[in-house]
Each structure stands twice: as C-alpha cells, then as structure tokens.
C-alpha cells in the first residue's frame, strides 16, 4: 500500500514550515514550530500503517489485522509534543514576564568567538611561527580566568 500524495504533500508542508520557525528567534514562533513537527511527525507515522481491524487477537482475522505500531508511536509522539509544548510556554511566558518579551538575546560569549573568527584570516593562511599564538582578547580571558593581572579591556 503506498501512501496517498496529499498526505505527503502535507507532511513536507508541516515539516518546511516547522523547520523555518524553529530558527526564529521568538520563542511563540519556536513553539509554533515544534507544533508543526509534532503534527507532521504523526501524520508521517499514521501514513505508515496500513488500515484493517482492531489489532485484537479473535476479533479480527490476522490478515485483515491494522498495525499496531504505528499507532502507539504517535501516542508516543504526541505526549512528547505535549511535553515540549509545556516547556516552551512555560520559558516564553517567564521570558516575557521578565523581559516584556519572548526574544531570546545574543550570547555576549558567542558574540565575542565571532569577532575573533571575523578578524582572522581563515584556514591555512597563518604564518608557521603565530599558529601557536593566542589572539590578546582570548590571552586576557586566561589571565583574568587565572586571576593574574593583565590590561582591561
């Protein structure tokens, strides 16, 4: 039995759609997102199994017997989204309650390792003798790390 191309055509929806609001910033965007996949998870799940009768030992021939796994893995699939969903309201309604809104912030140590990779040269370009070279805002963090004194920034 192959699947119906609506469903799979739905499925890629849900998926592309879920996958781009994951990379949002906003957190109700985030939530929204991990929505999108869970439902899409599912209706990928419940294309898999094939239709027939209560999977019910007596009830039903063993020939015209529906799969039973792949129901239990969307009940599976479903509390985890539950789950998830619980999670994320609860850091957006904390981040907002704090912030006055659900975006989450650039780490100031991320935005520091990208000015590094910003100033230098890239791969394969470094003269032998500075490989072994700590750029000075990297040598401060060690020293003030250590507890030696050293210049500020």
Do not use: C, K
């Not at 879920?18 to 999108?36: D, H, Q």
């Not at 009768?53 to 989204?81: K, S």
Request: proline fraction near 7%.
């Amino acid at each position: 039995m192959s699947p119906n191309l609506i469903y799979v055509v739905v499925v890629g929806v849900l998926f592309a759609a879920g996958v781009t609001l994951l990379l949002e910033r906003s957190l109700t965007r985030v939530l929204m997102g991990v929505i999108l996949l869970g439902n899409g998870a599912n209706l990928l799940l419940l294309t898999g199994g094939r239709a027939g009768g209560p999977p019910i030992v007596g009830t039903t021939a063993e020939e015209e017997m529906a799969d039973p796994l792949p129901q239990a893995m969307v009940l599976t699939a479903i509390v985890i989204t539950l789950g998830m969903t619980a999670f994320l309201l609860a850091l957006a309604y904390r981040s907002w309650h704090l912030n006055g809104h659900d975006e989450v912030q650039d780490d100031v140590e991320d935005r520091r390792i990208m000015e590094l990779a910003d100033r230098a040269e890239g791969p394969g370009t470094a003269d032998p003798e500075t490989t072994d070279r700590v750029p000075p805002a990297v040598a401060d963090d060690r020293r003030v790390a250590a507890g030696e004194p050293g210049r500020t920034r």
